[in-house]
């Protein structure tokens, strides 16, 4: 297999999973497939705690101290993406709704894959629109990689439509990683998942 090919066989939660060498029976699989298969799984022991070093507004360095006792829903994209990031942040600011006194303990945090076009102020724009403690975090290429690389996000940028270099899409990972209070990963949901199972999930994972 190609490294292009192996690159977009990864771009799915299922592949990931196998990728990690979960049983297959963990697979996600499409809802229209197997509705009945759960789309929330365990990963404790899959995936590394919470680690990163990224860039926020006004030239601030933020890493995952900035979100200690949260239990955190992390989410890869970009802020020009025409659809499934403004879908899955707004499922994600629903799951917030519905935790009512709980969100307190939770906080959403979207990744930019697109450093060339999402400035940090830009994209904290973008996620406060959905809910108001969301945390949007940019970088250099350096730093989104090293992320990326850290919990196995493909991601790709694609050349320029026509002559306007800022005109291009990104393919990206669709996985939501989810994290106890304690910084370590607990579960991985496909942005299937309903908001009613996804808030019951993050809820479990809160010191009562």
């Not at 659809?83 to 969100?103: E, N, R």
Request: glycine share 6%; charged share 20%; aromatic share 6%.
């Amino acid at each position: 297999m190609s490294a292009a090919l192996f690159l977009r066989s990864l771009l799915c939660t299922s592949a990931l999973i196998s990728a990690l060498g979960m049983p297959a029976a963990m697979a996600l699989t499409p809802t229209e497939q197997a509705p009945a298969r759960p789309l929330i799984h365990k990963v404790s022991g899959f995936l590394p705690d919470l680690k990163f070093t990224l860039q926020g507004p006004d030239d601030t360095l933020v890493t995952e101290d900035a979100l200690a006792g949260k239990v955190v829903m992390m989410f890869f994209g970009y802020a020009n993406c025409p659809d499934i990031c403004p879908t899955t942040m707004g499922q994600l600011s629903m799951v917030m709704q519905k935790l009512g006194d709980d969100a307190r303990n939770a906080r959403i945090l979207f990744v930019s894959v697109d450093p060339h076009r999402d400035t940090p102020e830009q994209l904290q724009a973008y996620v406060s629109m959905f809910d108001a403690h969301a945390m949007g975090l940019s970088g250099t290429e350096k730093q989104i990689a090293n992320v990326a690389r850290r919990y196995r996000v493909a991601y790709q940028i694609e050349k320029p439509q026509g002559d306007d270099p800022e005109r291009y899409e990104v393919t990206h990972a669709r996985g939501i990683y989810i994290f106890d209070q304690q910084g370590k990963a607990r579960l991985l949901a496909s942005d299937a998942s309903s908001v009613g199972e996804l808030a019951e999930n993050v809820k479990a994972l809160m010191r009562p």
